[in-house]
């Protein structure tokens, strides 16, 4: 298996080079109490794996917001749309209690989309604790080493390991990573996911004919390959929010808080007011809790109570499209395969913050240079199909008085009474940092949750009697009606590429976009070289709140991050198509193309490469 999966990676570095329904049932087997949780889970897990479930309309989940009020309001009120905030909804409704949330623009609209893709344990935290000897960076590999386990089984579909191959060009390189790495087994123990092992040079270039033999006027040594997860982010991230949604959570997405409510007697928070970004219409809602989960920008929500806050640190990832651990400058570089391209990108560094981070041109420079110092080619500025970055605070605590307190670790912490806020963490452990933030607004609110957390053991969405040979089945039993210019439906195949796309982005749900497909004639693809499907729009609109197109080219499908020519070409019909589900007029239609638009310039592809049918004049 991992010959195989390093081929793979292989294959997949040499594209930015080249580029350069049917019933679904529960399976008994996690319906059943040996994945532990009792009846409880046991509910949570038939309604969530319930196959003709459908998420509350976002009419019904505005109206429930606007119905908590001051003499019946929610336990907690989340703000914040993104990995950690979606994690605290999903859980404090899991545990019985009345929840809300509110997300500005949309589920993981920020940071949660634009991370690594990778669900890591920390080997570099490991190599911190042996030469500090600091057990705070070991507790932190062991946590993060158990959350990874979790995360990939409670999101099989979305989720997978994958083999990180690290060259090594004397030996002092091979010895050093190859017992490093060892050690990050030992240390996994029963998390581990595959063994790593080391790989002579020979086998290393026939594994990954595109490595540099030599390097640095060195030769080339052999490798050591080791595992982490792979995700694909937003997409969990909406699995997430809807999720909650099933679980009894009232998620609204594009609705942002404009301010907080305090009760004049006890100063504590008390709610929030809240505007509707898509009508401009503003509503008070009432909760017990105010869990403050917005990410980078959680200062902007503490500082409508007191201006001065203090706050909190940010750092920037750059991401663009094997694992370098030390560059020029002293940052790692990686260039991994996701969802049928390459990513390739560099650790963070400082900057200020904004709603829509652009990639720097010397940065994308750096990278291409650093990862072309490794292989056997030269990886062109032409070749990058899409650029990005994101931004993520590094959590600090507001009562400390040196910078020394802040870290990659989460912290949670009540300035205000009533406001709960939580910031720092990383992908991997969000299920653990959303568990601390809702055991904090119980202690905060004094409320009664039916049952302890139970989100460890909880699949998500779509996870429920998914296996990774689903896609056979959308293969065998479905067509792609398509619509020709003409207006004509004829049928076409529904081929390995788009089955398979298909059940890994939906998982057990995806029977439902495939019967769209069928029965609307919604079957043809968006974009030349692509497997995404104009059924998947009319799906997002219906089961996912997928509100505008920037929803669907950058969270509901990936286009926009693979290849942002493809995703311009594409807009039209995904507008014409959201257009339909949602009922714009004309106006609001030539509004969502232009903003589109204006989205996809901040990844800057198309000042940079000529395409045509998705490849290189």
């Known amino acids: 298996m991992s010959v195989a999966s390093i081929r793979r990676l292989a294959a997949g570095a040499a594209v930015i080079a080249a580029a350069s329904g049917g019933a679904v049932y529960l399976s008994p087997s996690v319906a059943s109490s040996d994945k532990g949780g009792g009846p409880i889970l046991d509910s949570l897990r038939r309604r969530i794996g319930d196959p003709t479930a459908s998420v509350p309309s976002r009419s019904a989940q ?12 929610l336990d907690v009120l989340v703000i914040g ?83 990180c191959m690290t060259p090594c060009f004397d030996w002092f390189e091979v010895i050093y990573f190859w017992m490093g790495l060892k050690m990050y087994d030992l240390v996994a123990g029963p998390r581990l996911l595959h063994l790593s092992r080391y ?92 869990v403050n989960a917005a990410g980078p920008f959680c200062d902007s929500i503490r500082k409508m109570i007191d201006e001065d806050t203090k706050t909190n640190d940010l750092s920037k990832q750059r991401w663009m499209g094997l694992i370098v651990p030390k560059t020029k400058d002293g940052r790692v570089v990686f260039m991994l395969p996701w969802l049928g391209r390459t990513v390739a990108g560099t650790t963070d560094s400082n900057t200020s913050i904004t709603s829509l981070p652009e990639p720097h041109e010397d940065e ?120 020709t210019y003409g207006g004509k439906v004829v049928p076409g195949a529904m081929d390995t590429a788009a089955a398979k796309h298909l059940s890994h982005a939906y998982g057990s749900m995806a029977d439902r976009v495939a019967t769209i497909a069928q029965e609307e004639g919604l079957g043809k693809r968006l974009a030349h070289g692509h497997p995404f499907l104009e059924a998947e729009v009319a799906y997002c609109a219906r089961h996912e709140y997928c509100e505008s197109a920037v929803d669907f080219i950058a969270r509901r499908c990936r286009i926009a991050f693979l290849d942002t020519d493809a995703a311009a070409r594409a807009l039209q019909r995904v507008v014409e198509i959201l257009a339909s589900e949602h ?32 490849k290189h004049n």
Not at 67 to 73: I, K, L, N, Q, V
Not at 107 to 131: C, N, P, Q
């Open 62 to 73: 505005e109206s429930s917001l606007i119905a908590a009020t001051a003499s019946d309001p």
């Open 81 to 163: 749309g993104g990995a950690t905030g979606s994690g605290v909804a999903l859980d404090a409704a899991t545990r019985g209690l009345r929840v809300g949330l509110v997300e500005r623009e949309d589920f993981s609209s920020g940071t949660s989309s634009r991370s690594t893709k990778l669900i890591h344990g920390g080997v570099r935290y490991l190599e911190k604790a042996v030469f500090n000897l600091d057990y705070g960076q070991l507790k932190l590999v062991f946590h993060a080493l158990e959350e990874r386990k979790q995360l990939i089984e409670n999101a099989p579909h979305l989720c997978h390991a994958l083999p």
């Open 199 to 290: 790989y002579s040079a020979k086998e290393s270039i026939e594994l990954f004919p595109t490595l540099a033999r030599k390097g640095k006027d060195k030769n080339l040594r052999g490798t050591v390959v080791y595992y982490d997860g792979q995700m694909n982010d937003s997409r969990l991230n909406v699995g997430l929010a809807c999720t909650a949604a099933l679980a009894g959570a009232a998620v609204l997405n594009h609705a942002e808080v404009v301010s907080l409510i305090t009760d004049d007697s006890t100063k504590r928070i008390i709610g929030a007011r809240v505007r509707n970004n898509l009508t401009g219409q503003e509503f008070n809602t009432y909760a017990k809790v105010v």
């Open 364 to 483: 994308i420079q750096f990278i291409l240079d650093a990862i072309s110092d490794y292989l056997n080619i030269k990886v062109r500025r032409t070749d990058v199909l899409s650029a990005w970055s994101g931004i993520r605070p590094l959590a600090m605590d507001p009562t400390a008085k040196s910078t020394e307190s802040i870290s990659r670790d989460h912290v949670v912490f009540e300035e205000n009474p009533g406001l709960v806020t939580i910031t720092g963490g990383k992908w991997t452990t969000y299920r653990s940092m959303a568990e601390d933030a809702v055991d904090a607004a119980i202690k905060s609110g004094k409320l009664s949750p039916t049952n302890e957390c139970v989100t460890q053991k909880l699949q998500l969405l779509g996870s429920y009697g998914w296996e990774p040979s689903s896609f056979t089945t959308l293969a065998q039993q479905y067509v792609r009606m398509k619509k």
């Open 583 to 614: 009922k714009w007029d004309k106006s609001r239609q030539k509004q969502e193309l232009q903003k589109a638009k204006e989205f996809l310039e901040t990844f800057k592809s198309s000042k940079n490469a000529q395409f045509n049918d998705g």
